[in-house]
């Protein structure tokens, strides 16, 4: 979750994604979608926002 953090915010990404003011932690969503669906596709079930809570809190003290 640190890293979601850090990789949030970085400007290339921001760019990237046509993001210029990030109030609604739209780039955060969008990488925690990507970590959360590639690393825990077999265990996904709707609805989305329940799937992404779950893989946040699972891995919230996880270390890269």
């Known amino acids: ?5 850090e990789l949030s915010v970085d400007q290339e990404w ?4 046509g993001i210029k003011n990030d ?4 780039s955060s ?3 925690l979608r990507y970590f959360a669906l590639r690393n825990s596709l077999d265990n996904y ?5 329940s799937f ?6 699972k891995n ?3 270390r890269t």
Do not use: G, Y
Request: proline share 3%; charged share 50%.
């Open 52 to 57: 992404l809570t779950e893989f946040a809190k």
């Open 29 to 31: 969503e969008l990488i």
């Open 60 to 62: 919230k003290e996880k």
């Open 23 to 26: 109030r609604r932690m739209r």
């Open 14 to 17: 921001l760019e990237l994604i």
């Open 45 to 49: 079930k709707k609805p989305l926002a």
């Open 1 to 5: 979750m640190r890293k979601l953090d």
